[in-house]
């Protein structure tokens, strides 16, 4: 009886959904029908001037190099790019870190997608002054960058499930909670779902807590 009952609240409840979309359905044929001749016109015009607006941003972005994943060579480029693009994204890797390659690997193909955002790359070492400005401690690092100003950090793998194997979509997800790129999907729910629980299973001499997996994997985040 009671299943009954909650089959029919929730039957009333679609039946009331159903009537709100459709209401607003007629609504929008009921407007578009009263359209005149000078509204479609005016319309087409606000459509092009949009779209010719955003091929004009797209050809300034590809100027500024967005659209590449490149590396900067010195300190002062950086700066420059946060003054020239609203979006960054910057890698803070060192030549042996092997999930600085990892991290390269999925930001060229984001470079790609996102044209919203610069992409770029800096190595560490090379940039003592900018490492410690910005504390990176940890390598790979990524800053996160809006309207000149660093909104965020990737700081290793945690944020992105503590595995190598992450896709593209996960990190692409991770960078915007920091609003850098345009983002459709939902912000609540990562992509990746966890594959294989981590365990603690000991503590290095320097400290660090050792943690593994099924394959006990050792790679791990490199202090700078």
Same mark, same amino acid.
């Given at each position: 009886?009671a299943?009954?009952?909650?089959s029919?609240? @929730? !039957?009333?409840?679609?039946?009331q959904?159903?009537k709100v %979309?459709?209401?607003? %359905? &007629? /609504?929008? @044929?009921?407007r ?7 509204d479609?016109e005016s ?7 949009q ?7 797209k050809?300034?972005w590809?100027?500024? +190099?967005h659209g590449e994943? =490149? ?7 950086f *700066?420059e790019? +946060?003054?020239q693009s609203k979006? /960054?994204?910057?890698? *803070?890797y060192? $030549?042996?870190?092997e ?5 390269d690997?999925?930001?060229?193909i984001?470079?790609a997608?996102?044209?919203e ?6 190595n /560490?070492e090379k940039?003592? *002054?900018l490492?410690e400005?910005? #504390?990176i401690?940890v @390598?790979?690092?990524l800053?996160l960058i809006k309207d =000149?100003?660093? #909104? &965020?950090?990737i700081?290793?793998f945690?944020?992105?499930g503590g595995?190598?194997? *992450?896709s593209?979509?996960m990190?692409?997800w991770r960078i /915007? !909670? ?6 459709s999907?939902?912000?609540l729910?990562?992509?990746d !779902? ?6 603690? @299973?000991?503590?290095? #001499? #320097? ?5 593994g997996?099924d394959?006990?994997? $050792?790679s791990s $985040?490199d202090?700078?």
């Amino acid at each position: 009886m009671a299943a009954d009952q909650a089959s029919q609240i @929730i !039957q009333n409840q679609l039946e009331q959904v159903a009537k709100v %979309v459709e209401q607003q %359905v &007629d /609504a929008e @044929i009921e407007r578009l029908d009263k359209l005149d001749e000078n509204d479609l016109e005016s319309i087409r015009k606000q459509r092009i001037a949009q779209m010719k607006k955003m091929q004009e941003m797209k050809a300034n972005w590809k100027q500024l +190099g967005h659209g590449e994943y =490149s590396e900067l060579a010195e300190e002062k480029e950086f *700066f420059e790019v +946060g003054k020239q693009s609203k979006n /960054a994204v910057c890698h *803070f890797y060192r $030549d042996s870190a092997e999930r600085c390659k990892i991290v390269d690997k999925h930001l060229r193909i984001l470079a790609a997608k996102h044209l919203e955002c610069r992409f770029v790359k800096i190595n /560490a070492e090379k940039a003592p *002054f900018l490492a410690e400005r910005l #504390k990176i401690r940890v @390598i790979p690092t990524l800053c996160l960058i809006k309207d =000149s100003k660093t #909104k &965020d950090y990737i700081v290793g793998f945690d944020d992105l499930g503590g595995r190598d194997d *992450f896709s593209t979509e996960m990190m692409e997800w991770r960078i /915007a !909670q920091a609003q850098v790129i345009n983002y459709s999907g939902d912000l609540l729910t990562p992509p990746d !779902q966890p594959k294989k629980s981590t365990k603690i @299973i000991g503590v290095s #001499k #320097k400290g660090k807590t050792i943690r593994g997996g099924d394959d006990d994997d $050792d790679s791990s $985040d490199d202090d700078y």
